[in-house]
């Protein structure tokens, strides 16, 4: 059974950082691309970040110079470091785990694989 539980949320002020984390199971790590996506009240799910089983990494603009992702695959987790946030990131953060479509082009555009329970942030201005 395949498992992956973000922890690490809550509320910050802006400008503040926080640290999100994903622990997975039931799956052969490395060979897994993971990702996080988010859901903004009112809003559709978006791509926030990805990693590749190899390292690589990408981001959503809005991520970009702000957040981290990275990932160890001794422990089966995936991070994401948020730095500078802003009220704009208050959202439900996803962790996201694939093998098929598992390149950042097709993790920014296409929504599959398995889901997390999600973890809410907020952000205060």
């Known amino acids: 059974q395949v498992q992956l539980v973000e922890s690490g949320g809550g509320l910050v002020q802006a400008g503040g950082s926080l640290r999100l984390s994903c622990a997975a199971s039931g799956i052969p790590f490395s060979t897994y691309a993971m990702g996080w996506y988010r859901q903004a009240p009112g809003k559709e799910r978006e791509w926030v970040a990805g990693?590749?089983?190899?390292?690589?990494?990408d981001y959503d603009d809005s991520a970009k110079g702000r957040f981290t992702i990275s990932r160890d695959n001794a422990r089966n987790t995936v991070d994401l470091q948020m730095n500078i946030l802003k009220p704009e990131d208050t959202a439900v953060y996803y962790c996201?785990?694939?093998?098929?479509?598992?390149?950042?082009?097709?993790?920014?555009?296409?929504?599959?694989?398995?889901w997390g329970q999600g973890i809410q942030v907020i952000v205060s201005s």
């Open positions: 996201n785990a694939r093998r098929i479509f598992a390149d950042l082009a097709s993790m920014r555009r296409m929504e599959t694989g398995y």
């Open positions: 990693i590749t089983g190899g390292g690589s990494t």
